[in-house]
């Protein structure tokens, strides 16, 4: 019994060039998903796509796109259609991140999280998500959260509400698309060492974070896999919806 064949499925992974993107998307690919890269960044993108062909087992191909543009995502649908002719699994892992104090947020920087974090979702959701449920064969959308959308965490203001936008928008569609059995949950990561999270990790910053993570440590990327492909496939999560996996190293479960 294999419960993770993702064989003959196609992946559309937004923001698939990042640090946790492109790490998921290997093992997407390695369980025989077809897996599209979807970033503003050529270089990066490509260097995602060759780890998962190493990775073996589904193909890749690179798709670049704005993931706050709707006309960009509406032509990558386009694009992968003629490439696979299907989307059977979307995940929305896009990020973006500030340390700015709270007085000092300007409305650009506000808008320009906001836009990353979640406007991006929404409009995936809607380009990626209605032709899912258009093939009428069902499908999983995976939201990439974070430990800030609940208590939100000092520091990171926009972050932390555009991830709790993430989870109501989550469990928002997770009814308005089980009719069509296309399932949408999503990964609540705790703390991983992503590029967008390097800049405001202090010393103090990092004690904090360890004091408050029953396993003491940073979680390695890897360790996100598991959860992805439990997540995406049919098999082995098909009555899983509107529900958040967290792989935080026990910092959801920690009071004092």
């Known amino acids: 019994m294999n419960l993770f064949d993702l064989t003959g499925k196609t992946a559309v992974i937004i923001g698939g060039n990042s640090t946790l993107g492109s790490v998921m998307g290997e093992a997407l690919g390695a369980h025989g998903a077809n897996v599209a890269v979807v970033g503003r960044n050529a270089e990066t993108a490509e260097a995602a796509k060759a780890r998962i062909e190493q990775a073996g087992g589904g193909k890749a191909a690179v798709f670049q796109a704005d993931a706050t543009?709707?006309?960009?995502?509406?032509?990558?649908?386009?694009?992968?259609?003629?490439w696979t002719g299907r989307v059977d699994i979307?995940?929305?892992?896009p990020g973006k991140n500030s340390a700015t104090s709270f007085f000092e947020i300007?409305?650009?920087?506000?808008?320009?999280?906001?836009?990353v974090n979640l406007k991006s979702v929404v409009l995936a959701s809607q380009v990626f998500g209605k032709q899912m449920i258009d093939q009428g064969e069902g499908g999983s959308i995976i939201n990439i959260s974070s430990v800030s959308s609940g208590p939100p965490l000092s520091r990171v203001f926009t972050y932390s509400a555009s991830k709790a936008g993430v989870n109501s928008v989550t469990q928002f569609l997770a009814r308005e698309f089980a009719p069509h059995r296309v399932r949408v949950n999503g990964i609540i990561p705790g703390f991983f060492p992503a590029e967008q999270n390097k800049k405001i990790l202090s010393e103090e910053r990092i004690r904090s974070i360890m004091g408050h993570?029953?396993?003491?440590?940073?979680?390695?990327?890897?360790?996100?896999q598991g959860a992805a492909v439990y997540l995406a496939s049919e098999r082995a999560s098909g009555f899983v919806t509107g529900t958040f996996l967290r792989v935080d190293g026990g910092f959801g479960a920690m009071t004092i």
């Open 106 to 115: 300007t409305e650009e920087e506000w808008d320009s999280i906001m836009d």
């Open 213 to 224: 993570t029953p396993m003491n440590r940073f979680g390695a990327p890897e360790e996100l």
């Open 90 to 93: 979307l995940m929305n892992c």
């Open 69 to 82: 543009s709707k006309e960009d995502l509406q032509r990558v649908l386009e694009e992968v259609l003629a």
